[in-house]
């Protein structure tokens, strides 16, 4: 079994690796650097440590508007190459557990570069109520969720000299 957080970006559920999250904190206030990346948010101040925050949702371009129930992941400094860093994301929904035979792996066949930060797609079942049952046999129909490489996506903005 494989633990994740469930979030929301954009109206589109999304996880990452549970170990990464330090903690999920309620959107406070976020001073905005002057010619930062725009999906450099900014910094705040967490309990005393100033903490660089990532617009997730520009960084891994994904559109729409945000709701007024955003929250700020806050990763592990060893996920962050040592930095404190958080990731605002639309809405944190659970953690999960997930067994492996519930992840699909990306391939490199996937265009535009999307394996490059996704690892998987989990294939989450619907409750038991609202299973659909087609012939003698028990098909389940559920929601998908993109398991995103957060690891990598920052690894990849380090090397670049990006954050």
Not at 129 to 154: H, M, P, T
């Given at each position: 079994?494989?633990?994740?957080?469930?979030?929301?970006?954009?109206?589109?559920?999304?996880?990452?690796?549970?170990?990464l999250?330090?903690?999920?904190?309620?959107?406070?206030?976020?001073?905005?650097?002057?010619?930062?990346?725009?999906?450099?948010?900014?910094?705040?101040?967490?309990?005393?440590?100033?903490?660089t925050?990532?617009?997730?949702?520009?960084?891994?371009?994904?559109?729409?508007?945000?709701?007024d129930?955003?929250?700020?992941?806050?990763?592990?400094?060893?996920?962050?190459?040592?930095?404190n860093?958080?990731i605002?994301?639309?809405?944190?929904?659970?953690?999960?557990?997930?067994?492996e035979?519930?992840?699909?792996?990306m391939?490199?066949?996937?265009?535009?570069g999307?394996?490059?930060?996704?690892?998987?797609?989990?294939?989450l079942?619907?409750?038991?109520?609202?299973?659909?049952?087609?012939?003698?046999?028990?098909?389940?129909?559920?929601r998908?969720?993109?398991?995103?490489?957060?690891?990598?996506i920052?690894?990849?903005?380090?090397?670049?000299?990006?954050?």
């Amino acid at each position: 079994m494989i633990d994740v957080v469930e979030f929301e970006l954009g109206r589109e559920l999304y996880a990452m690796d549970i170990q990464l999250a330090r903690e999920i904190v309620e959107m406070m206030p976020i001073t905005r650097i002057p010619r930062a990346p725009d999906y450099i948010a900014g910094i705040m101040n967490l309990r005393g440590e100033i903490t660089t925050i990532i617009d997730l949702k520009r960084l891994i371009q994904i559109p729409g508007t945000s709701g007024d129930s955003q929250k700020i992941i806050v990763l592990v400094a060893e996920a962050a190459g040592g930095s404190n860093l958080g990731i605002i994301v639309d809405d944190v929904h659970s953690v999960i557990q997930v067994s492996e035979n519930d992840i699909e792996l990306m391939d490199e066949g996937i265009s535009s570069g999307v394996h490059d930060f996704v690892k998987g797609i989990i294939k989450l079942a619907k409750d038991d109520g609202e299973r659909k049952r087609a012939g003698g046999g028990q098909q389940e129909s559920g929601r998908l969720v993109l398991w995103i490489d957060i690891k990598k996506i920052l690894d990849d903005l380090v090397r670049a000299g990006r954050v």
